[in-house]
Each structure stands twice: as C-alpha cells, then as structure tokens.
C-alpha cells in the first residue's frame, strides 16, 4: 500500500485526484458574489429593480397624479416604493432568475459541486440584500432630492424591510421551484404589476371599497408599505399588525418553498 | 480511502418514468483508473444511469455504489470527489467561461490551475462572451472543464463529443487519456463506437435499459468474431474452387457483380492462399482489405438494429 502511495506521488501529473470542498465561508462568499454579479449584469433586471421604482417615485412625486391624501407626494411615495423595491428584488427577480437556472441546469451543476444546496440558499439571500441595499440608497437618495422628510425608528424600518424580504423570497422561491421557467416569467411579472396596483404602494388602499380594501390590507405589499408608512411618515412606533402579517406570509413562503421546490 | 473497491457498482438497476421504464435491471462495475464507455442508442438509458450515481435521480430498485458510497444519502461525501458533465447546459446565461470555471474552481480545496485548463481546451477565444452567445462546441468544452477543475477522482461525462469539430474531439479524447494516465477514473456516455473502440479500456453497450454486452473494445469485437476480407475482381470467379482451398468453415461470396468477401478466421494463411488462387487464376485482386468487426457490428447482431439511431 505505501508503496502504491510512493509510485504515485513520483508520477504526479496535472489531474492526479485531489478532490476536497473548499472552506464554507470562500463557497458562500464566491457563490454570493456570482449571483449579484450575475443580477446586476441582467438589463432586464436592472430595468424592474432600479429603473422602475426611480420612475415611478420621480414621476408620481413630481405630478399630481393619484390623490395621496394629506401632506407632500412624496411622504407617502418613499415608503411605497422602498416596498416595491423588496418586492421587485426578493420576489420577481429572484423567481425569474432561480426559474431559468433550474430550466438551464445550474442548480443541478452546483448540486454536483461541494456547494450545499442551503449554502446556495444563504448566497441568493445575501444577493438580494446587496441589491436591496443598493436600492434603497438610490431610492433614499432621490426621495431626498424631492424633499422627503422621513421620521420614525429606523430599527423597524430595517425589521420590516428584512420580513418583507423573507417573505416575498419564499413565495418568489416556490414559484421557481414549482412551475415552468415560462410560466415564472409570466407569473412574477403580472404578480408584480397587481401588487403595485393594489398593494398601497402608489394608490393609497383607502381609494378601494372598503371590503375589498380590508382583503387586500392582508397582502404582503400593503403590509410592507402600510409599515413602512407609519414608520417613516407619520412616526409611530412598532408596527405590529403589519410585521406579523408579513412573519406570517414568511412562515408560509418559506415553508412551501423547502416541501415542494424541485431542484430539476 | 479504500482504493480497491470499484469506481462504480450497479446491480439490478430500475428507473422507471410513469409506466415507461427506461432502466431495466442493468448491472455494471467499473474498474478504478479505467476509461469506461457506455455505448448506446438514444434513449437506452444512459443518462438516466448516470444520473442515478451523479445523485441527481434515485433509482426504483437495484443497488447503487459509487466511490463505495451511495450517492443520495452519502452525498455530501461524495459530491467533492466527483466531477460531473452534463448532457447539455449547467451554466449561467449570462455568465462568461473563464468567469463560470473560476467559480467552480473556488469551491474546491484544490482545483487545477484555470488558465492551463482554458488554454488546454481551447477556451481562451471565448474572451467576454457569455455562455448563451457560445458556439455548441464551447458550451461542451466548458462543461467538460466544469467536471475535471476540482480535480475528482472520478468523472461522468455525458456525450462529451456530441457536436465537437474533429479538432475539438481530439483535444476532448487526448484530456480523458491525460486523465486516465494521472489515474482519474472516467465513465463517459457515447453513441459513436468508433470513439468507445479508439477510447475506452472498457465498453458496455446498453439497449432498452440493460447492458447487453461488456468488455474490452477488442474482446467484443473478436470474440468468436468472423472478420472478413474483401476483394474487387473481374465478375463471375468460381467461388466455388475459391472454397475448396479454403480452410475449414470459411465463406466465400460475390457480394455484388465483381466484388468478394470471405468470412472467416482471417490470418496471414489465408490471405496468402486467397492471393495464390487469385495469381493461379490470373486474377488481379483489387482494393484488397481486411475488415474488422467494429462494435457496430456487434450492435447490429446483438440486436439487429443501427446503432445510430
Ligand atoms: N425525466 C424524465 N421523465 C420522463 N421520461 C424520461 C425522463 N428522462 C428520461 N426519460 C425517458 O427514459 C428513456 C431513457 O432516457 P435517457 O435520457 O436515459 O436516454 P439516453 O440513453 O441518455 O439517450 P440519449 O442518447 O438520447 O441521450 C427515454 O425514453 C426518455 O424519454
Ligand atoms: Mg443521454
């Protein structure tokens, strides 16, 4: 035997095996930075992500558009948009893009590397928050620019913003795990367009009929945005109601995704 | 490491697809630091099987061994020690070659170095691309790069030639000797037997999910092989007299109007007698050739089908 193991090492050419997993922290560190590098080189990304939100919060701030109600435009804009940015990011873009990598065979390439399979799980989540940082500086940014005047704890801003991004990862998560990558493009974008109609982030939810606008109180959106409001306009403390909805549709997302994501 | 376990041991294999069962009790061993080639037509049940040691799929019934683990529960073990080639695709659409295979890179302890194997591959004229604008030929180059930078001890390429220039499959063939020769056992999935024959140490032809013959490229092609050699000639020669100074069990046809195969144990003395008949008669023999049985032949008798389908 330690003979073998002498001829071998003698003979030592370019591929003699020399299998092992590199550190988990290098395989998550590479695997995140692939993602986001992979996210922000998308224009199609970039388009739902950065351009859409810039627009619609210049342009509606800038307007008078839709009646927001009492105070400036843009009070009550920010917040909104700061929800659809978790929700373009953590919902339609990370369903769209994990719907093609299962489509194109990626996922099952890195199931063939040392990579675990949660250990790809955390490098798509820090994906989605190095965008969301992203965001919500250019958003705060420009908000500033139109003369926003945010208050509140920003502990429960970033509370809210990280289980609206919890929540709307696991749903984004299952739709890729479980449909057709056609059919995720299809779904995330309409999804996408519906919550920003109904989901309190332009139009404030009072404008619907008052059933209508109570059901629609329990979509994640609103609550990320009703949240996000009451925080960052009018100032008022821990958002409850509206943290343990999100907690709840995170609890769902998440769940659904882990039992029915198929990785094929 | 216990290195005197085989690379991969299948016994009674069954993968079934709804009511279609595409694997049927195949068994297969694979020798460690062999070249391995299953051969068969499309849809045999190659990918299946190899999908069923890469862990991917789980077999119906039958016991799976790879590396002497078994590749769903123990896969965390296994997966650094493997490397594996997809049938087609397994990159990010937009990311760059030399990008993708750094990244696999760094998630092995010890991967070989990237820009020798970019170079040895023919990579380098990729440059910016990203994967979804490559030529079919560089996607495969890449996927086989992908399954051999963690440096494995064993590696599954599926089809790894399909669509490959001549010169890119020879690159693809002088790799997998390189690997052999540094002691990387190799199982590679394949339709064209020219590429099993020039290739594997080890050949298993699989048909409707079994393997329906194994060995080595030579024994399947000789064993109780009736090779043949031809001649073209003027038409209408007594095949008859031809016979009668034949050895024992030889065959003697005009195959079409004046070209002529004999059947039989080919050796040195038969050709010499073939050629003495021929000058006795005053025969040029043109286009004189001795024919091997290739392993499409064997196909065929084995099943009476083309192997290319
Ligand atoms: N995921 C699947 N679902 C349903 N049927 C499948 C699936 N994968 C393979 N099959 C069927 O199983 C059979 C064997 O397929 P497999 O891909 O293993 O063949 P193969 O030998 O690799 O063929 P090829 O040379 O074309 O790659 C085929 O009839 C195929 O249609
Ligand atoms: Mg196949």
Same mark, same amino acid.
């Given at each position: 035997m330690a003979k073998a193991a002498a001829t071998r090492d003698e003979a030592r050419?370019?591929?003699t095996p020399a299998p092992g997993a590199a550190p988990l922290r290098r395989m998550i560190l590479a695997q995140s930075a692939l993602e986001t590098r992979m996210l922000l080189r998308n224009g199609e990304q970039l388009l739902l992500t950065v351009i859409i939100p810039t627009l619609l919060l210049v342009v509606f701030s800038s307007a008078d558009?839709?009646?927001?109600?009492?105070?400036?435009r843009v009070d009550f804009l920010a917040p909104g948009l700061l929800a659809l940015a978790v929700l373009s990011t953590a919902f339609t873009g990370q369903a769209i893009a994990t719907g093609f990598e299962r489509r194109y065979g990626v996922l099952k390439l890195l199931g063939s590397t040392p990579l675990p399979r949660w250990g790809l799980m955390v490098a798509k989540t820090a994906c989605v928050l190095v965008v969301e940082i992203l965001q919500v500086a250019l958003l705060t940014a420009i908000a500033f620019g139109l003369g926003w005047s945010p208050h509140g704890n920003p502990v429960w801003v970033i509370l809210l913003l990280l289980l609206g991004t919890a929540a709307f990862s696991g749903l984004g998560l299952l739709m890729a795990g479980t449909l057709r990558a056609e059919a995720t493009l299809a779904g995330a974008n309409l999804v996408f367009i519906l919550l920003l109609l109904g989901?309190?982030?332009?139009?404030?939810?009072?404008?619907?009929p008052s059933g209508v606008e109570h059901t629609l109180a329990l979509l994640p959106i609103s609550a990320l945005s009703d949240g996000l409001r009451d925080v960052l306009?009018?100032?008022?403390?821990?958002?409850l109601g509206d943290l343990a909805i999100l907690a709840v549709w995170a609890v769902l997302g998440l769940g659904a995704a882990a039992r029915f994501f198929r990785w094929e | 490491m216990d290195s005197s376990s085989p690379a991969v041991a299948l016994t009674g294999l069954v993968k079934r697809y709804g009511d279609k069962t595409?694997?049927?009790?195949l068994s297969l061993t694979v020798e460690r630091g062999r070249v391995t080639a299953v051969l068969g037509p499309n849809g045999a049940g190659k990918t299946s099987t190899i999908e069923i040691c890469e862990g991917y799929r789980r077999a119906d019934a039958g016991e799976v061994r790879v590396l002497d683990l078994?590749?769903?529960?123990?896969a965390a073990a296994l997966r650094p020690r493997i490397g594996v080639m997809l049938q087609s695709g397994g990159v990010?659409?937009?990311?760059r070659a030399e990008e993708m295979l750094r990244h696999v890179a760094k998630l092995h302890a010890h991967p070989l170095d990237v820009a020798m194997l970019i170079e040895r591959l023919g990579?380098?004229?990729?440059?910016?691309?990203t994967y979804r604008r490559l030529s079919g030929g560089q996607q495969q180059r890449l996927a086989l790069a992908l399954a051999v930078v963690g440096r494995p001890e064993l590696v599954f390429l599926d089809?790894?030639?399909? =669509? *490959? &220039?001549p010169h890119a499959r020879h690159a693809t063939w002088d790799l997998v000797r390189e690997l052999r020769a540094d002691g990387v056992s190799v199982v590679l999935t394949t339709h064209l037997m020219d590429e099993a024959e020039k290739l594997a140490d080890e050949v298993a032809i699989v048909d409707r999910g079994r393997v329906i013959a194994s060995g080595s490229p030579e024994a399947l092609c000789h064993d109780g092989a009736e090779n043949s050699l031809r001649f073209s000639g003027p038409? =209408? *020669? &007594?095949m008859g007299s031809l016979l009668n100074a034949l050895p024992e069990g030889a065959k003697a046809f005009e195959?079409?109007?004046?070209a002529y195969r004999i059947e039989g144990e080919i050796d040195p003395q038969l050709l010499a007698t073939v050629t003495s008949w021929c000058a006795q008669h005053g025969v040029m023999p043109e286009r004189l050739t001795v024919e091997r049985r290739s392993l499409e032949d064997v196909f065929m008798e084995l099943t009476g089908r083309e192997l290319r389908s």
């Open positions: 050419g370019t591929f558009l839709v009646d927001t109600g009492d105070g400036d989901g309190g982030v332009i139009v404030p939810l009072d404008k619907f306009r009018d100032g008022s403390g821990l958002p | 595409a694997v049927d009790g078994d590749p769903v529960r123990d990010y659409s937009g990311a990579l380098g004229s990729c440059g910016r691309t089809e790894p030639t399909a =669509g *490959l &220039d038409p =209408g *020669l &007594d195959v079409s109007r004046g």
